[in-house]
């Protein structure tokens, strides 16, 4: 059982970290352009945004995994596209927010080029919450990992994670109940892990938290 919580302990933390990632990258990237544009890509980013984030993102990814099949490479594109919304609301209020200061407007009176402001001036201001962000990213892809593949729809066996181990050990719950006592709580441990990773990087990133 150790051996099999470890070896699925590395796939559930590969699709939470490289679903994370995948949506950090669209959020950044679309949060940055809609925000320092304006006009009318902005209310066509934001509104696409605001479109998905109406979506019930679970049962979405139950139907797109139904279509593409399993994997773990899948599985990584799924949740990455479909969670990548909040994190482009947060670099969204960020660009809106600083590309009016006086270092910014400095630069661009300069003839800095815009991509160059975006990466040097603006997006460095949003690190804090990038991370929380970021952090509460792998925790929604390992829960959301963990019950599609309890579901029978995401790791497949014989390759072992903790959602799977979950599905299997429910047979045994009264006869083993330590089958399914183990990974439910190694999932919540390292959850919460992540939360308070966030929080913690928080104060220590965010210069206006520190005395």
Known sequence: MLSRLLHGSRVTLLVGVAAMLAALSIGVVVGAIAG??????????????????????????LVVITVLGTGVGTLILVIGALSWMPVARVVYGETLRWKAAEFVVAAQSLGVPAPRLLARHILPQAIPSLVVSATLGV?????????????????????????????????????????????????TVVVLAFNFLGDGLRDALDPRRRR
């Open 36 to 61: 320092w544009s304006g006009g009318w890509i902005d209310a066509l980013l934001m509104r696409f945004t605001d479109a998905m984030l109406a979506v019930p993102a679970f049962f979405f990814i």
């Open 139 to 187: 925790a929604f892809a390992i829960l959301t990992e963990s019950a599609l593949s309890y579901l029978g729809l995401g790791v497949q066996p014989p390759l072992p994670s903790w959602g799977n181990m979950l599905q299997r050990a429910q047979q045994y719950v009264f006869t083993a109940p330590a089958l399914a006592i183990y990974p439910g709580l190694a999932i």
